[in-house]
């Protein structure tokens, strides 16, 4: 079955530098969440989308943006990267139809690191 | 403030026994709990759910426990098996969208 699909899995970039990350829901998920786990650290809820709106907004910066295109994918953007950004930066798509976990699958993450 | 608390950042346990892993949140209100386990370079994956009407859930070698009264929840894996090391996290569902994380626990199972 196809999983949520997370570009890249790995980057490196310098500080003050922008980076862009993606992610591809499970087909016909209609939401997207993105969350930040920093080192020793618990997720992070960043921000969410549904249908392409954004549904709800957590501890993210205003350096990041994000948005859901109409193929229901998503971008997360980080602009002036800190030291502090570095983490690994899940995404999670959902069916609001719901189910035992209420239909969140997450994908592999991709681990940013600034240097 | 961290709304869901797992205070043991590790938890060792032999091959064959039962792990205990246990989570506190503070809100009342939540009322839909999970259980996630991550190994290294992966997302995490789901586990075992547990709705506030009921106050155990069991799949296969996995029971959690959900006590209302004192705010905590407990996930039991037994026997406890070499493939269970991992980082388990709990978290609540938050307003029906969001997912709110504890800090993890790290689970080693020893042969």
């Known amino acids: 079955a196809a999983g949520v699909i997370q570009s890249p899995r790995h980057l490196i970039k310098e500080k003050r530098e922008t980076a862009t990350l993606k992610c591809y829901p499970i087909p016909r998920h209609d939401t997207v969440y993105w969350y930040q786990q920093g080192p020793g650290q618990d997720p992070q809820f960043l921000i969410s989308?549904?249908?392409?709106?954004?549904?709800d907004k957590g501890s993210i910066p205003d350096r990041f943006s994000a948005q859901q295109f109409s193929d229901y994918h998503s971008e997360l953007n980080m602009s002036s990267l800190e030291l502090g950004d570095s983490a690994l930066y899940f995404c999670?798509?959902?069916?609001?139809?719901?189910?035992?976990?209420?239909?969140?699958?997450f994908g592999s993450g991709t681990r940013l690191t600034v240097v | 403030d961290q709304q869901v608390k797992q205070n043991s950042p590790s938890l060792s346990v032999q091959e064959g026994r039962i792990s205990i892993l246990n989570c506190d949140y503070t809100?009342?209100?939540?009322?839909?709990f999970l259980w996630y386990k991550k190994y290294p370079a992966e997302g995490p994956t789901f586990l075992i759910s547990?709705?506030?009407?009921?106050d155990k859930n069991e799949d296969g070698r996995f029971t959690v426990f959900l006590n209302k009264s004192a705010k905590h929840l407990s996930l039991h894996i037994v026997p406890s098996q070499p493939g269970d090391s991992a980082v388990y996290f709990c978290?609540?569902?938050?307003?029906?969208?969001?997912?709110?994380f504890g800090q993890g626990t790290r689970l080693t199972i020893n042969p």
């Open positions: 547990i709705s506030s009407i009921k």
């Open positions: 989308f549904y249908e392409k709106m954004q549904s």
């Open positions: 809100n009342s209100m939540f009322d839909y």
């Open positions: 999670a798509s959902r069916n609001r139809d719901g189910g035992l976990n209420y239909g969140y699958t």
């Open positions: 978290a609540v569902l938050q307003g029906a969208q969001k997912l709110v």
